[in-house]
């Protein structure tokens, strides 16, 4: 299935890279450090915790308004190389390229720390991907990265054929543990208790000169159906983890969600707020529909309606 994984990653693609600021010395001093917690540090039997402190902290960094220049580049690597190996675990190749939007920095952040981390088959097998890429038909790279795409699909079927190898080549060279060996290696890493570590990041997003400019530029950019999944998360009073796939072939017919069929589909056609988007939240897997200016929100293993408002 493709997805939209990951809200802080689709949002703040709005805001990073608008433009270069003057960071001012407060922010900038931290710029080359990795920052983890000390429990991570001493959970050595499980690679993924440093993994997975280093993705918390820079996802809050991003969530809070940093731009991916005020953050240590070799944070970054670990981050977008964690995003990059989720992306094609759950739905190949091609979902990796759809959900990054092919950004140049994800890719070059991909791309460099598969090489830092030693990971040299893995980095073989991405450029024969990233070759596929360059090699389509910019109109067509355009479509695809444009729209859902469900069923028989050439551009991502082509993508996807090389998800066997990738999947192979996780026993020789599994990307999680050499990332969290790499990751430990590093001078820059420091280790805060969880509350020092939560101070560390307020005071960074403190230093932010125009934090609340950037906040708004963000929000203003965001997709409606990510503000109405957020709003719905609200009302119910759940905490939104993050968006993780839009399905075409599911409706809100205004009392519940149902299912198309291919000729329904094509008889209907699909508009962004026909699709009906998957989130989690602190309380599980969820779904969200439209219809006729209402959103609803669903869980998704009862069905059973959770919330519903009236779209903006």
Same mark, same amino acid.
């Given at each position: ?52 402190? =280093? ?28 995003? /990059? ?129 950037? %906040? ?17 998360? %609200? %009302? ?15 409706? /809100? ?38 219809? =006729?200016?209402?959103? %609803? ?16």
């Amino acid at each position: 299935m493709m997805t939209r994984n990951n809200i802080r990653f689709l949002v703040f693609l709005v805001v990073v890279g608008v433009s270069v600021w003057h960071v001012n010395h407060s922010v900038t001093k931290h710029l080359a450090g990795i920052l983890v917690s000390t429990d991570a540090i001493a959970s050595t039997a499980a690679p993924r915790d440093i993994v997975d402190s =280093n993705l918390d902290v820079v996802s809050d960094l991003l969530n809070k308004g940093l731009k991916e220049e005020e953050i240590s580049p070799l944070a970054l690597e670990s981050y977008y190389g964690n995003f /990059y190996l989720a992306e094609v675990d759950n739905g190949g190749f091609a979902q990796f390229v759809f959900n990054s939007g092919w950004d140049r920095n994800v890719v070059r952040y991909v791309r460099r720390g598969l090489l830092d981390i030693d990971a040299r088959q893995n980095l073989a097998l991405f450029d024969e991907v990233v070759e596929k890429v360059a090699a389509l038909d910019p109109k067509k790279l355009e479509t695809f990265l444009s729209v859902q795409t469900f069923g028989k699909d050439e551009i991502r079927d082509s993508l996807n054929g090389d998800d066997s190898k990738f999947f192979a080549l996780q026993n020789a060279e599994n990307l999680t543990k050499l990332n969290s060996t790499w990751l430990r290696r590093q001078p820059s890493l420091t280790a805060l208790s969880p509350d020092a570590l939560r101070s560390e990041i307020r005071n960074r997003v403190a230093a932010i000169p125009d934090k609340d400019v950037r %906040a708004a530029a963000a929000w203003e950019g965001t997709p409606s159906y990510v503000k109405l999944i957020a709003s719905l998360c %609200a %009302a119910s009073g759940q905490k939104l983890d993050r968006i993780t796939a839009g399905d075409p072939m599911l409706r /809100y017919d205004g009392k519940k969600i149902v299912k198309l069929s291919d000729a329904e589909l094509k008889q209907k056609g699909t508009k962004e707020h026909d699709i009906v988007w998957f989130f989690l939240t602190d309380k599980g897997l969820h779904m969200m529909g439209e219809n =006729n200016g209402r959103a %609803a929100m669903f869980d998704s293993k009862s069905g059973a309606k959770v919330a519903e408002i009236a779209v903006p």
